[in-house]
């Protein structure tokens, strides 16, 4: 088992930036791949990013050249580092962690961008 703890969501206007943070605990030896998604009000669950134990990215075309993801090994966590934050960005964000058998999922945490 793998449990996924988000933090970093708030509100921010246009523009600003924003940073949130996944801990991962139990079994991570297991884990591969982590990634961020969102779900926007109203809309059906996107792909933000992904980071493989390696390093190696992806990022959805929403969302190329303003955020980036970021992983530590050492300390179970992945990041994602939000820039030039627009409204459209507004999404609940949600940590997700694969290993070779299951695919795990945080609570989520809650962006804004509102003026």
């Known amino acids: 088992q793998v449990q996924l703890v988000e933090s970093g969501g708030g509100l921010v206007q246009p523009g600003g930036s924003l940073s949130l943070s996944c801990v991962a605990s139990?079994?991570?030896?297991?884990?591969?791949?982590m990634a961020w998604y969102r779900r926007a009000p109203g809309k059906e669950r996107e792909l933000v990013a992904t980071?493989?134990?390696?390093?190696?990215?992806n990022y959805a075309d929403s969302v190329k050249g303003r955020f980036t993801i970021s992983r530590d090994n050492a300390k179970n966590t992945v990041n994602l580092q939000m820039n030039s934050l627009k409204p459209e960005d507004t999404a609940g964000y949600y940590c997700?962690?694969?290993?070779?058998?299951?695919?795990?999922w945080g609570k989520g945490t809650l962006v804004t961008v509102s003026s």
């Open positions: 997700n962690a694969k290993t070779p058998a299951d695919v795990y």
């Open positions: 139990g079994s991570v030896f297991r884990i591969t791949t």
């Open positions: 980071i493989t134990r390696g390093g190696m990215t």
